[in-house]
């Protein structure tokens, strides 16, 4: 079954209110793309985003996948079947978030992890001044988030 591979950034203030800035998504057909705000919009993601059979994230059950039908009108879930590694990790004893679990079962990253205050600063970096650098950064963590939920899913035998 073909399979998409979602993570997103988003901009956090205080409570609960999220806004989208970053979607990543990898399929084996189009390979890594990433979309960033202000081009976030449903349209460009239904555009962008392959036909397939199922979507895996982690947490995304509560989180990613909840954000985006929020703010952007998009259920995914009625266009995927959701798998949640996240529940799969639980299952194997693993807890924790997905650098956690990463650090568990040994699957690498090539940059340090961000915590969310140097998530937050990227963006602002970018937004504000025009850093392309910290945009960089940023794009670069969020393509490891994609990609490694992809080495989860093969570690997990899921």
């Not at 978030?97 to 963006?123: D, M, S, T």
């Amino acid at each position: 079954m073909d399979s998409v591979y979602l993570d997103i950034e988003t901009r956090c203030f205080r409570g609960t209110n999220h806004y989208i800035t970053v979607v990543g998504f990898y399929h084996e057909k189009t390979g890594l793309v990433q979309l960033i705000w202000p081009d976030l919009t449903a349209e460009t993601i239904d555009r962008a985003l392959p036909d397939a059979g199922r979507i895996f994230t982690y947490n995304g059950n509560n989180f990613d996948l909840k954000v985006i039908n929020d703010h952007l009108g998009i259920r995914l879930l009625d266009r995927y079947k959701s798998r949640d590694l996240m529940y799969d990790c639980w299952s194997h004893g693993l807890k924790g978030g997905l650098k956690a679990v990463e650090r568990q079962l040994e699957i690498p990253r090539n940059q340090f992890p961000l915590n969310n205050y140097e998530i937050q600063h990227c963006w602002t970096r970018w937004k504000h001044h025009g850093d392309e650098e910290a945009l960089q950064v940023l794009l670069k963590y969020n393509e490891e988030d994609v990609m490694n939920l992809v080495a989860l899913r093969e570690k997990l035998g899921v």
